[in-house]
């Protein structure tokens, strides 16, 4: 029991930290309209790594499509 109160202070701090660099990353934004502007960054970057794996295989398979003429795109 002890090691998942560990736990839960670290991740508590952790993201303490975390909303400390964010405010001062804020600066003139207010919170409200953060949120708006920082939560769609996120998600996109979330994205980004989960989709990394195969990155190359779809960038590769958009130059294909490339070349296929017009009709057919």
Request: hydrophobic share 45%; charged share 20%.
């Amino acid at each position: 029991m002890r090691g998942s109160i560990v736990n839960t202070e670290s991740h508590s701090q952790t993201a303490a930290f975390i909303w400390s660099v964010a405010d001062l990353l804020r600066g003139d934004f207010k919170q409200s309209p953060y949120g708006r502007i920082i939560l769609p960054f996120t998600l996109l970057r979330r994205l980004e790594c989960v989709l990394e794996p195969t990155k190359a295989a779809v960038l590769s398979a958009a130059l294909d499509h490339l070349a296929y003429p017009e009709a057919v795109r």
